[in-house]
């Protein structure tokens, strides 16, 4: 079994994730021994040179993830920005550069709270309700709205409203035709839609085998098929003056802005990057069609 001291289960651990391809194997280790006993990652490494005694049950989970299964899957959690998020199969996992995408709706959210007292926010192919339920952490008074087409993903979504006691309304729904009655309304519209072309197979088997298909190939050659759809429904329901941000793949940067101005509603449309300084999103602002400089 797995009785041996936890810095020896670790360097095991961390060896076997090694060589299955895992990158962060050692980090990767100490996480799992730190979702099996309850203590924090910093509490195991000091376990660890304490010379403690490995947990039950680590060499199953570190057998499950040398098989790539999606560490957020074994652990049931995924981190984003301040919260945590539950997982599991049939949800997309929330990537860190997804936190920038909510960063840029956190501060459009805030700025429109600031000067109008109240601030109305779409997340649309909501997922997990990752980066509604963020926003509404960030920025308290935020009226969130959070769409979702899968039935899986919104289950997922409902566990996350649940457990966070949140009041984002949640609607299965096409992004689409969703929210009719908030037409010309919204200040912010934030999306991570699909957007994989279906023949950029993903090269992760965590991606490829255990993210939802429908939340990663965005369908038609290029992949911006469902992204098109998140632009003309963000066209639909903000008001003028209201931001539209959008989660990208960094080929798809200038074909996305062209996306976005063909709308002819969208000025200041707008490329930026991700941590890492890659193209990965779209900004734009619905024009204030009759009223030029005016106040909002
Ligand atoms: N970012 C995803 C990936 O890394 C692609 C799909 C998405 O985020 N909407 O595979």
Known sequence: MDLLPLDQALREAARQLTAAGVGPARAEAEVLVAHLTGRSRGEVVADAVLGRPAPQGLAALVARRALREPLQHLTGTAPFRDIELLVGPGVFVPRPETE??????????????AEHGRVVVVDL???????????????????????????????????????RGSDVRLVRADARTALRDLDGTVDVVVS???????????????????????????????????????????ARL???????????????????????????????????????????????????????????
């Open 192 to 234: 991570n839609p699909p957007y994989i072309p279906g023949d950029a197979v993903p090269r992760d088997p965590e991606v490829r085998d255990h993210d939802p298909q429908v939340a990663l190939y965005g369908l038609g050659p290029d992949g911006l098929t469902v992204p098109r759809g998140v632009i003309g429904a963000a």
């Open 125 to 163: 192919c909501a997922g997990s309700a990752a980066i509604a339920l963020a926003v509404e952490a960030e920025v308290p008074g935020a009226v969130v709205h959070a769409v979702e087409l899968d039935a899986e993903a919104v289950a997922w979504a409902r566990r996350n409203l649940d457990r």
């Open 100 to 113: 920038q995408v909510a960063e840029v709706a956190v501060r459009s959210a805030r700025q429109v709270l």
């Open 238 to 296: 903000l008001r003028p003056g209201g931001v539209l941000v959008m989660e990208h793949a960094e080929v798809q940067a200038s074909a996305v802005r062209r996306a976005v101005e063909a709308s002819g509603v969208f000025v200041d449309v707008r490329t930026l990057p991700d941590l890492t300084g890659r193209d990965r999103m779209v900004v734009a602002r619905v024009g204030r069609r009759h009223v030029k400089d005016s106040p909002p």
